[in-house]
Protein backbone atom coordinates (compact mmCIF):
# COMPACT_ATOMS: atom_id res chain seq x y z
CA UNK A 1 0.00 0.00 0.00
CA UNK A 2 1.37 3.10 -0.67
CA UNK A 3 1.86 5.79 2.21
CA UNK A 4 -0.07 9.17 1.60
CA UNK A 5 2.34 11.94 2.09
CA UNK A 6 0.34 14.85 4.78
CA UNK A 7 -0.58 17.92 3.07
CA UNK A 8 1.85 20.59 3.51
CA UNK A 9 0.79 23.79 5.41
CA UNK A 10 2.13 26.69 6.49
CA UNK A 11 2.12 26.33 10.29
CA UNK A 12 1.25 23.94 13.34
CA UNK A 13 -2.02 24.78 14.81
CA UNK A 14 -2.44 26.49 17.67
CA UNK A 15 -3.07 24.09 21.14
CA UNK A 16 -6.47 24.77 21.73
CA UNK A 17 -8.67 23.10 24.42
CA UNK A 18 -11.53 20.82 23.05
CA UNK A 19 -15.34 20.46 23.10
CA UNK A 20 -18.29 19.03 20.96
CA UNK A 21 -20.83 21.35 19.50
CA UNK A 22 -23.52 18.21 18.80
CA UNK A 23 -21.53 16.05 16.55
CA UNK A 24 -18.68 18.67 15.62
CA UNK A 25 -15.51 18.89 17.53
CA UNK A 26 -14.43 22.15 18.05
CA UNK A 27 -10.39 23.03 19.20
CA UNK A 28 -7.48 20.55 19.82
CA UNK A 29 -6.60 18.38 16.64
CA UNK A 30 -10.13 18.56 15.10
CA UNK A 31 -10.94 19.77 12.02
CA UNK A 32 -11.65 23.65 11.31
CA UNK A 33 -15.80 24.33 11.39
CA UNK A 34 -17.56 26.23 8.53
CA UNK A 35 -19.93 27.99 9.96
CA UNK A 36 -23.13 30.54 8.36
CA UNK A 37 -26.47 31.70 9.40
CA UNK A 38 -29.91 31.11 8.40
CA UNK A 39 -31.57 34.16 6.54
CA UNK A 40 -35.35 32.64 7.02
CA UNK A 41 -37.63 33.75 9.91
CA UNK A 42 -36.71 31.39 12.24
CA UNK A 43 -39.93 30.69 13.03
CA UNK A 44 -40.79 29.85 9.82
CA UNK A 45 -39.68 26.20 10.70
CA UNK A 46 -40.12 24.33 7.19
CA UNK A 47 -38.07 27.31 5.34
CA UNK A 48 -35.12 27.86 8.19
CA UNK A 49 -34.93 23.54 8.07
CA UNK A 50 -34.98 23.49 4.02
CA UNK A 51 -32.50 26.72 4.12
CA UNK A 52 -30.03 24.21 7.26
CA UNK A 53 -30.63 21.18 4.40
CA UNK A 54 -29.06 23.98 1.46
CA UNK A 55 -26.94 24.95 3.86
CA UNK A 56 -25.64 20.95 4.84
CA UNK A 57 -25.39 19.88 1.25
CA UNK A 58 -22.91 22.69 0.64
CA UNK A 59 -21.03 22.01 3.07
CA UNK A 60 -21.76 24.14 6.30
CA UNK A 61 -20.53 22.16 9.21
CA UNK A 62 -22.97 24.33 12.06
CA UNK A 63 -25.65 26.90 11.37
CA UNK A 64 -26.71 29.39 13.58
CA UNK A 65 -29.98 30.98 13.48
CA UNK A 66 -31.32 34.28 15.20
CA UNK A 67 -33.89 34.53 17.85
CA UNK A 68 -35.38 37.26 18.37
CA UNK A 69 -38.54 36.30 19.19
CA UNK A 70 -40.54 34.28 21.38
CA UNK A 71 -41.56 32.57 18.21
CA UNK A 72 -38.49 31.85 17.34
CA UNK A 73 -37.39 30.35 20.95
CA UNK A 74 -40.73 28.28 20.15
CA UNK A 75 -39.50 26.90 16.67
CA UNK A 76 -36.17 26.00 17.89
CA UNK A 77 -37.02 21.98 19.30
CA UNK A 78 -38.51 20.70 15.90
CA UNK A 79 -35.32 22.83 14.09
CA UNK A 80 -32.58 21.56 16.51
CA UNK A 81 -34.35 18.10 16.58
CA UNK A 82 -34.82 17.77 12.81
CA UNK A 83 -31.62 19.77 11.50
CA UNK A 84 -28.49 17.52 9.28
CA UNK A 85 -26.12 19.80 11.37
CA UNK A 86 -25.57 21.03 14.97
CA UNK A 87 -27.77 24.26 15.64
CA UNK A 88 -26.58 27.14 17.38
CA UNK A 89 -29.41 29.58 18.55
CA UNK A 90 -28.08 33.11 18.17
CA UNK A 91 -29.16 35.08 21.15
CA UNK A 92 -28.94 39.07 22.05
CA UNK A 93 -30.29 40.64 24.55
CA UNK A 94 -33.06 38.63 26.04
CA UNK A 95 -31.73 35.87 28.68
CA UNK A 96 -34.39 33.88 28.93
CA UNK A 97 -33.89 32.90 25.26
CA UNK A 98 -30.70 31.26 26.21
CA UNK A 99 -32.20 28.69 28.79
CA UNK A 100 -34.77 28.50 26.26
CA UNK A 101 -32.13 27.07 23.70
CA UNK A 102 -30.36 25.24 25.65
CA UNK A 103 -33.70 23.33 26.53
CA UNK A 104 -34.67 22.96 22.78
CA UNK A 105 -31.84 21.06 22.57
CA UNK A 106 -29.59 23.28 20.50
CA UNK A 107 -26.28 22.46 20.16
CA UNK A 108 -24.58 25.66 21.04
CA UNK A 109 -25.73 29.02 21.67
CA UNK A 110 -24.19 32.69 20.91
CA UNK A 111 -24.44 34.50 23.49
CA UNK A 112 -23.54 38.41 23.88
CA UNK A 113 -21.37 40.01 26.24
CA UNK A 114 -22.43 43.54 25.55
CA UNK A 115 -26.06 41.96 27.55
CA UNK A 116 -24.30 39.45 29.74
CA UNK A 117 -23.45 42.14 31.71
CA UNK A 118 -26.66 42.97 32.71
CA UNK A 119 -27.17 39.68 33.96
CA UNK A 120 -23.83 38.95 35.86
CA UNK A 121 -26.07 36.83 38.53
CA UNK A 122 -27.51 34.51 36.03
CA UNK A 123 -24.29 33.67 34.56
CA UNK A 124 -24.10 30.99 36.75
CA UNK A 125 -27.51 29.74 36.02
CA UNK A 126 -26.32 29.72 31.98
CA UNK A 127 -23.15 27.59 32.71
CA UNK A 128 -25.20 25.22 34.81
CA UNK A 129 -27.66 24.69 32.50
CA UNK A 130 -25.45 24.31 29.81
CA UNK A 131 -22.88 21.85 31.61
CA UNK A 132 -26.15 19.97 32.80
CA UNK A 133 -27.44 19.57 28.88
CA UNK A 134 -24.23 19.65 27.38
CA UNK A 135 -24.66 22.49 25.11
CA UNK A 136 -21.77 24.45 24.06
CA UNK A 137 -21.57 28.39 24.15
CA UNK A 138 -19.86 31.34 22.00
CA UNK A 139 -18.59 34.20 23.63
CA UNK A 140 -19.25 36.62 20.60
CA UNK A 141 -17.81 39.97 21.36
CA UNK A 142 -18.03 42.69 18.35
CA UNK A 143 -17.82 46.53 18.17
CA UNK A 144 -21.52 46.55 19.01
CA UNK A 145 -21.66 44.68 21.73
CA UNK A 146 -17.77 45.38 23.36
CA UNK A 147 -17.67 45.65 27.43
CA UNK A 148 -18.23 49.53 27.60
CA UNK A 149 -16.33 49.78 30.80
CA UNK A 150 -13.26 48.22 28.15
CA UNK A 151 -13.99 51.29 25.76
CA UNK A 152 -12.77 53.78 28.77
CA UNK A 153 -11.64 57.05 27.19
CA UNK A 154 -11.78 55.10 23.68
CA UNK A 155 -13.07 57.12 20.47
CA UNK A 156 -12.66 53.63 18.39
CA UNK A 157 -12.75 50.17 18.94
CA UNK A 158 -9.21 49.25 19.43
CA UNK A 159 -8.00 45.28 19.54
CA UNK A 160 -6.80 45.80 23.07
CA UNK A 161 -10.29 46.58 24.33
CA UNK A 162 -12.48 43.64 22.15
CA UNK A 163 -9.70 41.39 24.12
CA UNK A 164 -10.13 42.35 27.42
CA UNK A 165 -14.12 42.14 26.72
CA UNK A 166 -13.79 38.77 25.58
CA UNK A 167 -11.16 37.69 28.33
CA UNK A 168 -13.17 39.36 31.21
CA UNK A 169 -16.80 37.57 30.03
CA UNK A 170 -14.48 34.43 29.08
CA UNK A 171 -13.80 34.46 32.90
CA UNK A 172 -17.02 34.90 34.45
CA UNK A 173 -18.33 31.74 32.41
CA UNK A 174 -14.56 29.81 33.80
CA UNK A 175 -15.38 31.24 37.82
CA UNK A 176 -18.34 28.69 37.39
CA UNK A 177 -16.47 25.97 35.86
CA UNK A 178 -17.75 26.27 32.52
CA UNK A 179 -15.46 25.73 29.75
CA UNK A 180 -17.17 24.76 26.52
CA UNK A 181 -17.02 27.74 24.43
CA UNK A 182 -15.65 29.33 22.10
CA UNK A 183 -14.80 32.96 21.45
CA UNK A 184 -15.21 35.40 19.03
CA UNK A 185 -13.71 38.81 18.34
CA UNK A 186 -15.09 40.41 15.35
CA UNK A 187 -14.47 43.22 13.47
CA UNK A 188 -15.34 44.60 10.00
CA UNK A 189 -11.82 45.67 9.76
CA UNK A 190 -9.42 43.30 8.76
CA UNK A 191 -6.63 44.67 10.46
CA UNK A 192 -8.03 45.31 13.79
CA UNK A 193 -9.64 42.00 13.42
CA UNK A 194 -6.19 40.15 12.74
CA UNK A 195 -4.58 42.11 15.77
CA UNK A 196 -7.70 41.34 18.02
CA UNK A 197 -7.33 37.27 17.76
CA UNK A 198 -3.44 37.30 17.76
CA UNK A 199 -3.74 39.05 21.25
CA UNK A 200 -6.82 36.87 21.96
CA UNK A 201 -4.59 33.36 20.84
CA UNK A 202 -1.69 34.35 23.16
CA UNK A 203 -4.07 34.88 26.32
CA UNK A 204 -5.68 31.59 26.70
CA UNK A 205 -6.24 28.07 24.86
CA UNK A 206 -10.02 29.11 23.94
CA UNK A 207 -10.74 27.75 20.35
CA UNK A 208 -11.92 30.76 18.26
CA UNK A 209 -14.53 31.34 16.00
CA UNK A 210 -13.12 33.30 13.38
CA UNK A 211 -15.27 36.77 11.42
CA UNK A 212 -14.92 39.80 10.14
CA UNK A 213 -18.76 41.95 10.89
CA UNK A 214 -20.44 42.93 8.00
CA UNK A 215 -17.76 41.93 5.70
CA UNK A 216 -20.03 43.44 2.54
CA UNK A 217 -21.52 42.50 -0.60
CA UNK A 218 -19.64 38.89 -1.74
CA UNK A 219 -16.99 40.52 -3.93
CA UNK A 220 -15.70 42.74 -1.03
CA UNK A 221 -17.07 40.14 1.84
CA UNK A 222 -15.07 37.11 -0.03
CA UNK A 223 -11.77 39.14 -0.03
CA UNK A 224 -11.29 41.08 3.18
CA UNK A 225 -12.36 37.48 4.59
CA UNK A 226 -10.01 35.59 2.56
CA UNK A 227 -7.37 37.70 3.35
CA UNK A 228 -8.14 37.97 7.56
CA UNK A 229 -8.47 34.66 8.04
CA UNK A 230 -5.85 33.50 5.31
CA UNK A 231 -3.25 35.35 7.91
CA UNK A 232 -4.45 33.91 11.05
CA UNK A 233 -5.12 30.27 9.80
CA UNK A 234 -1.70 30.46 8.15
CA UNK A 235 -0.29 31.40 11.64
CA UNK A 236 -2.09 28.28 13.05
CA UNK A 237 -4.92 30.46 14.74
CA UNK A 238 -8.57 29.97 14.28
CA UNK A 239 -10.63 26.36 15.17
CA UNK A 240 -14.01 27.45 13.53
CA UNK A 241 -14.63 30.12 10.63
CA UNK A 242 -17.77 32.23 9.55
CA UNK A 243 -17.78 34.45 6.60
CA UNK A 244 -20.29 37.07 6.26
CA UNK A 245 -21.49 38.21 3.07
CA UNK A 246 -24.44 40.44 2.17
CA UNK A 247 -25.54 37.28 -0.19
CA UNK A 248 -27.47 33.90 0.06
CA UNK A 249 -25.50 32.27 2.95
CA UNK A 250 -25.05 28.74 0.49
CA UNK A 251 -22.34 31.37 -0.58
CA UNK A 252 -21.12 32.00 2.59
CA UNK A 253 -19.97 28.18 2.72
CA UNK A 254 -18.53 28.11 -0.07
CA UNK A 255 -16.26 30.82 0.21
CA UNK A 256 -15.14 29.36 3.65
CA UNK A 257 -14.48 25.91 2.18
CA UNK A 258 -12.61 27.38 -0.07
CA UNK A 259 -10.21 29.00 1.80
CA UNK A 260 -9.98 26.20 4.15
CA UNK A 261 -9.32 24.37 1.00
CA UNK A 262 -6.59 26.69 -0.55
CA UNK A 263 -4.44 26.33 2.91
CA UNK A 264 -4.61 22.89 2.81
CA UNK A 265 -7.03 23.13 6.13
CA UNK A 266 -9.12 20.66 4.42
CA UNK A 267 -9.51 18.14 1.82
CA UNK A 268 -8.98 19.51 -1.89
CA UNK A 269 -11.72 18.56 -3.64
CA UNK A 270 -11.96 19.97 -7.35
CA UNK A 271 -9.66 22.28 -8.43
CA UNK A 272 -9.26 24.38 -11.60
CA UNK A 273 -6.21 25.35 -12.56
CA UNK A 274 -6.87 27.67 -15.22
CA UNK A 275 -4.96 30.74 -17.01
CA UNK A 276 -5.88 34.20 -16.79
CA UNK A 277 -5.72 34.25 -20.67
CA UNK A 278 -3.86 37.07 -22.62
CA UNK A 279 -3.07 37.99 -26.36
CA UNK A 280 -1.56 34.46 -26.71
CA UNK A 281 -4.76 33.04 -26.11
CA UNK A 282 -6.15 30.96 -28.72
CA UNK A 283 -9.75 29.91 -27.14
CA UNK A 284 -12.18 31.25 -24.86
CA UNK A 285 -10.43 30.78 -21.78
CA UNK A 286 -13.21 32.58 -19.00
CA UNK A 287 -15.47 30.32 -20.87
CA UNK A 288 -14.03 27.27 -21.27
CA UNK A 289 -12.82 27.60 -17.65
CA UNK A 290 -16.60 28.12 -16.22
CA UNK A 291 -18.24 25.50 -18.54
CA UNK A 292 -15.55 23.13 -16.89
CA UNK A 293 -16.24 24.24 -13.09
CA UNK A 294 -19.95 24.19 -13.78
CA UNK A 295 -19.92 20.85 -14.88
CA UNK A 296 -17.86 19.66 -12.39
CA UNK A 297 -19.02 21.15 -9.52
CA UNK A 298 -20.91 18.07 -8.23
CA UNK A 299 -17.35 16.23 -7.68
CA UNK A 300 -15.97 15.43 -4.75
CA UNK A 301 -12.92 13.50 -4.95
CA UNK A 302 -9.64 15.90 -5.30
CA UNK A 303 -9.48 16.25 -8.98
CA UNK A 304 -6.96 18.87 -10.14
CA UNK A 305 -8.16 19.98 -13.64
CA UNK A 306 -6.00 21.88 -15.64
CA UNK A 307 -7.39 24.80 -18.78
CA UNK A 308 -4.61 26.88 -20.50
CA UNK A 309 -5.19 29.03 -22.87
CA UNK A 310 -2.47 28.44 -25.37
CA UNK A 311 0.98 26.15 -25.82
CA UNK A 312 3.11 28.48 -23.69
CA UNK A 313 2.14 26.88 -20.46
CA UNK A 314 -0.68 25.01 -21.34
CA UNK A 315 0.98 21.46 -21.79
CA UNK A 316 3.27 22.24 -18.72
CA UNK A 317 0.40 22.83 -16.39
CA UNK A 318 -1.72 20.15 -18.14
CA UNK A 319 0.59 17.74 -17.45
CA UNK A 320 1.16 18.91 -13.45
CA UNK A 321 -2.93 18.06 -13.59
CA UNK A 322 -4.61 14.86 -13.00
CA UNK A 323 -6.37 16.08 -16.21
CA UNK A 324 -6.16 19.15 -18.77
CA UNK A 325 -6.55 21.10 -21.86
CA UNK A 326 -4.09 22.85 -23.64
CA UNK A 327 -5.27 24.47 -26.67
CA UNK A 328 -3.93 25.84 -29.78
CA UNK A 329 -5.16 26.61 -33.41
CA UNK A 330 -8.42 25.57 -32.98
CA UNK A 331 -7.81 22.35 -31.05
CA UNK A 332 -7.13 20.94 -27.87
CA UNK A 333 -4.53 18.48 -26.49
CA UNK A 334 -6.41 16.90 -24.08
CA UNK A 335 -3.80 15.18 -21.42
CA UNK A 336 -4.52 12.77 -18.43
CA UNK A 337 -1.53 12.42 -15.77
CA UNK A 338 0.68 13.82 -17.95
CA UNK A 339 0.04 12.22 -20.89
CA UNK A 340 -1.23 13.52 -24.23
CA UNK A 341 -4.25 11.30 -24.89
CA UNK A 342 -5.96 13.07 -27.14
CA UNK A 343 -6.49 16.08 -29.63
CA UNK A 344 -9.80 16.98 -30.31
CA UNK A 345 -11.67 20.19 -31.80
CA UNK A 346 -12.27 23.50 -30.14
CA UNK A 347 -16.22 22.83 -29.78
CA UNK A 348 -15.68 19.21 -28.29
CA UNK A 349 -13.41 20.52 -25.52
CA UNK A 350 -15.40 20.88 -22.77
CA UNK A 351 -17.29 17.68 -23.91
CA UNK A 352 -14.30 15.73 -23.95
CA UNK A 353 -12.92 16.93 -20.50
CA UNK A 354 -16.08 16.76 -18.49
CA UNK A 355 -16.34 12.91 -19.68
CA UNK A 356 -13.12 12.23 -18.73
CA UNK A 357 -13.01 13.92 -15.45
CA UNK A 358 -16.24 12.23 -14.67
CA UNK A 359 -14.29 8.89 -15.44
CA UNK A 360 -11.39 9.38 -13.09
CA UNK A 361 -13.06 10.67 -10.31
CA UNK A 362 -15.04 7.06 -10.62
CA UNK A 363 -11.75 5.30 -10.50
CA UNK A 364 -10.86 7.57 -7.61
CA UNK A 365 -14.08 7.32 -6.28
CA UNK A 366 -13.93 3.60 -6.15
CA UNK A 367 -10.18 3.96 -4.48
FE1 LIG B 1 -1.45 33.41 -22.05
FE2 LIG B 1 -1.05 30.93 -22.88
FE3 LIG B 1 -0.31 31.62 -20.41
FE4 LIG B 1 -2.88 31.38 -20.98
S1 LIG B 1 -1.36 29.73 -21.03
S2 LIG B 1 -1.92 33.08 -19.91
S3 LIG B 1 -2.95 32.10 -23.06
S4 LIG B 1 0.53 32.38 -22.30
Not at 141 to 170: C, F, H, Y
Not at 303 to 331: F, H, I
Request: with cysteine; aromatic share 4%; hydrophobic share 45%.
Amino acid sequence: PTVKEAPRVLAPRRVSRTFAVGDIFMGGDAPISVQSMTTTPTHDINATLQQIAELATAGCDIVRVACPRQEDADALPAIAAKSPIPVVADIHFQPKYVFAAIEAGCAGVRVNPGNIRRFDDQVRDIARAANDHGTALRIGVNAGSIDQRMMKDLQRVTPEALVESAVWEASLFEEHDFHNFAISVKHNDPVIMVEAYRQLAARGDWPLHLGVTEAGPAFQGTIKSSVAFGILLAEGIGDTIRVSLSAPPVEEVKVGNQILQSLNLKPRKLDIVSCPSCGRAQVDVYTLAEKVTEGLKHLEVPLRVAVMGCVVNGPGEAREADLGVASGNGKGQIFVKGEVIKTVPEADIVEVLLEEANRIAATMDAA
